[in-house]
């Protein structure tokens, strides 16, 4: 059975720094592509951040030089450090893993509320 766990969500103020944490069971992970979605209220889900099986990343503009995305292949975890957050980054974020070769395996996460307000 696939698992993905998402964590550390909550609510910070604008500026502040969250770590998201989404711990994989049940694949091979080091085989799959990684990413963070995020879906804010009426709006459509959006990929945020990408990394590859050989750590390229990728990032949407508005995030670049705030987000980093990052893989422990050995803890079967993939992080979102999140720094210098706006109102605008509230949303659900979700992970998603694809596995690399095999394209129709694809896996998310229930997803964990971020909220960015004073």
């Known amino acids: 059975q696939v698992q993905l766990v998402e964590s550390g969500g909550g609510l910070v103020q604008p500026g502040g720094s969250l770590r998201l944490s989404c711990a994989a069971s049940?694949?091979?992970?080091?085989?799959?592509?990684l990413g963070w979605y995020r879906q804010a209220p009426g709006k459509q889900r959006e990929l945020v951040a990408f990394?590859?099986?050989?750590?390229?990343?990728n990032y949407e503009d508005s995030v670049k030089a705030r987000f980093t995305i990052s893989r422990d292949n050995a803890k079967n975890t993939l992080y979102l450090q999140m720094n210098s957050l706006k109102p605008e980054d509230t949303a659900v974020y979700y992970c998603?893993?694809?596995?690399?070769?095999?394209?129709?395996?694809?896996?998310w996460g229930q997803g964990t509320q971020v909220v960015v307000s004073s």
């Open positions: 998603n893993a694809a596995h690399e070769r095999y394209r129709y395996l694809k896996y």
């Open positions: 049940g694949i091979t992970f080091n085989a799959y592509a």
């Open positions: 990394i590859s099986t050989d750590d390229r990343t």
